[in-house]
């Protein structure tokens, strides 16, 4: 069973920042894709960014393009979501993904989930 611990969540004002920590265990950590999601309250899941096992390919939601950044650190098997210019509807629990790309189909499924990480954005 994989395990993935989110950290960085918190409580920051509208206009700030936050880094969102994922750290996975072992395995072969580069030959996945990880994911962020969050859900805010009320809310469904709702997908927010994507990155390739090498790093190289990024995908994001609508909602994060041009204030998240996804990264990742194989050499750490971690993988980070950084969020500049938070406003207050990105509050939600954030939660990691780990999944695994089909170049078949041009899409991934995620398999193994963290608990999430609380960022709160106020007004």
């Known amino acids: 069973q994989v395990q993935l611990v989110e950290s960085g969540g918190g409580l920051v004002q509208a206009g700030g920042s936050l880094r969102l920590s994922c750290a996975a265990s072992?395995?072969?950590?580069?030959?996945?894709?990880m994911g962020w999601f969050r859900q805010a309250p009320g809310k469904e899941y709702e997908f927010v960014a994507r990155?390739?096992?090498?790093?190289?390919?990024?995908v994001y939601a609508d909602s994060a393009k041009g204030r998240f950044t996804i990264s990742r650190d194989n050499a750490k098997n971690t993988v980070y979501l950084q969020m500049n210019s938070l406003k207050p509807e990105d509050t939600a629990v954030y939660y990691c993904?780990?999944?695994?790309?089909?170049?078949?189909?041009?899409?991934?499924?995620?398999?193994?989930w963290g608990q999430g990480t609380q960022v709160t954005v106020s007004s």
């Open positions: 993904a780990q999944g695994t790309y089909y170049s078949s189909i041009g899409d991934w499924t995620s398999d193994y």
């Open positions: 072992g395995r072969t950590f580069s030959s996945y894709v």
């Open positions: 990155i390739s096992g090498s790093g190289n390919r990024t």
